[in-house]
């Protein structure tokens, strides 16, 4: 995924259906049928929210439905290569998928009306009442 240094990789979850979040390449040292490889996420995908668009050179993860980092913040998806040899050999590895929040939650306050009662003569600056309000949304949002 990219960048390839980083420990996961990250999409916003409000990205579009197709949007690129990783690339996957695999290495395999055989010649031939040995050598051809295909991948597959086989967990951690079950609502189909990611799909593989594979290529001779890499396989792109690529977004396949709505996200909501409200809901699921995170993905841990289970990739399986698998050669073409006889016998197959295979090997797993797994794509860790934060979702970056964005600002689609509205603050939204814990009453629709607050009351309260306050003295004629109470000096400036006195505490009057207390509002609360809460957001979904994470960080700066």
């Known amino acids: 995924y990219f960048p390839s240094t980083a420990e996961f990789a990250t999409v916003d979850e409000d990205a579009e259906n197709g949007s690129v979040v990783a690339a ?3 290495v395999d040292n055989d010649e031939g049928p040995n050598g051809e490889t295909t991948v597959e996420i086989t967990s951690g995908n079950e609502l189909g929210h990611f799909r593989l668009d594979s290529n001779k050179i890499f396989d792109i993860v690529r977004v396949n439905g709505d996200l909501d980092r409200e809901k699921i913040p995170r993905y841990n998806l289970t990739m399986v290569v698998t050669d ?3 016998p197959p050999r295979s090997s797993t590895a797994f794509l860790i998928i ?3 929040d964005v600002n689609d939650h509205e603050p939204i306050f814990d009453k629709s009306e607050y009351s309260t009662s306050l003295r004629e003569l109470v000096p400036v600056g006195s505490f009057v009442a207390s509002i609360t309000a809460t957001d979904q949304d994470t960080g700066i949002n």
Do not use: L, T
Request: hydrophobic share 35%.
């Open 24 to 26: 996957v390449s695999v």
């Open 84 to 86: 073409k040899g006889s």
């Open 98 to 100: 934060n979702v970056n």
